[in-house]
């Protein structure tokens, strides 16, 4: 049988993937929440993560709502988490979309901002060709391959396999050999990797290009049904001077997103085109798809704290520097 293309170029995962260059629109220079000279109106500064945190956001994005009179709103579009935490740490966004793990790295650094709402409950997925697995168990002896190491998708698979009754050290195989997304896809895509744990959007343009690859275990779904409770992936937080300053201007952000998150959902195709259009993503067929396998969901962070806790509870017991050295105590949850 021929190799298989490499049917992930590296400049088409770039943009996809959200990890090598930055994409600002929208955007003008100074700090947050500040008025435009000569105007008279205010800036709210939203930053945002390319991917499905950005599609979770694309209806605002396309429409630029006002959130109170003379107030507009920007978007600062970035290709990954690490882009974002510079603008955080400069307080040069009033609100932005994060890990919910650096929400808490953070706010352990007293940097003064606050999760407001979760977005995403999960989008990863043990991918590839071999349809003998059917349950846990069939992984043992198997390689795997993963993210970079100690991050927190490495982390939740390894606590997955865990509470299966599977040492990820003993029983498995784990390999990192291809730490960066694309490399893993690709990896994937030309059968170097049987098995592997991706997330979306990843997921759907890797099935897309190779129809061989399926996925064997909705890890989200999993994550569920051993603790009981979704995996709080994705969170939005609000700088507490400016929630303080201008709580409507965040009440009337927050009801807009929850109405965009709900209209993005019902509106798969559309939102795919608009995610092209704002360079979110790429491909709109891959992001029309990518929607439901992205668990996109608005809930507020004091009806989510449960989840929010007990998701940052095992990542300590991991790694507790991956939540900043501590758990958040109640400040941490913006109440509105």
């Given at each position: 049988m021929p190799a298989k293309k490499n049917l992930f170029g590296r400049k088409t995962f770039a943009l996809l993937l959200i990890f090598m260059i930055f994409i600002t629109t929208g955007c003008s220079g100074g700090k947050s929440g500040k008025t435009t000279a000569g105007t008279g109106e205010m800036a709210v500064k939203i930053a945002v993560i390319n991917g499905p945190t950005g599609l979770s956001m694309i209806k605002m994005i396309e429409e630029t709502p006002s959130f109170g009179e003379g107030i507009k709103s920007e978007y600062i579009l970035k290709e990954n988490p690490e882009l974002v935490r510079p603008l955080l740490l400069q307080h040069e966004a009033d609100i932005a979309t994060v890990p919910t793990n650096l929400a808490s790295i953070l706010y352990n650094k007293k940097t003064g901002y606050r999760v407001a709402a979760v977005s995403l409950w999960g989008t990863l997925y043990?991918?590839?060709?071999?349809?003998?697995?059917?349950?846990?168990?069939?992984?043992?002896?198997?390689?795997?391959?993963?993210?970079?190491?100690?991050?927190?998708?490495?982390?939740?698979?390894?606590?997955?396999?865990?509470?299966?009754?599977?040492?990820?050290?003993?029983?498995?195989?784990?390999?990192?050999?291809?730490?960066?997304?694309?490399?893993?896809?690709?990896?994937?895509?030309?059968?170097?990797?049987?098995?592997?744990?991706?997330?979306?959007?990843?997921?759907?343009?890797?099935?897309?290009?190779?129809?061989?690859?399926?996925i064997i275990m909705d890890l989200n779904k999993e994550w569920n049904s051993l603790t009981g409770v979704p995996m709080p992936q994705t969170s939005v937080i609000v700088r507490t001077d400016f929630t303080d300053s201008y709580p409507d201007v965040v009440e009337a952000f927050l009801r807009e997103y929850r109405n965009s998150v709900q209209w993005v959902n019902a509106n798969h195709v559309k939102a795919g085109e608009l995610a092209v259009k704002h360079g979110i993503m790429p491909h709109a067929q891959v992001a029309s798809e990518a929607v439901p396998r992205s668990n996109i969901r608005y809930e507020d962070a004091a009806d989510a704290r449960e989840c929010i806790e007990d998701y940052l509870r095992i990542l300590y017991g991991f790694n507790p520097d991956i939540i900043g050295g501590a758990l958040p105590d109640e400040d941490f949850y913006y109440e509105r």
């Open positions: 043990l991918v590839g060709n071999d349809s003998r697995i059917k349950e846990w168990k069939d992984l043992k002896g198997r390689d795997i391959y993963l993210m970079a190491k100690g991050m927190t998708p490495d982390i939740s698979f390894r606590y997955m396999l865990r509470q299966n009754g599977i040492d990820p050290e003993k029983d498995t195989r784990l390999n990192y050999t291809f730490p960066m997304p694309a490399d893993l896809a690709n990896a994937a895509a030309a059968g170097r990797a049987d098995l592997a744990v991706l997330s979306e959007p990843m997921v759907s343009a890797l099935l897309a290009q190779n129809r061989d690859v399926k």
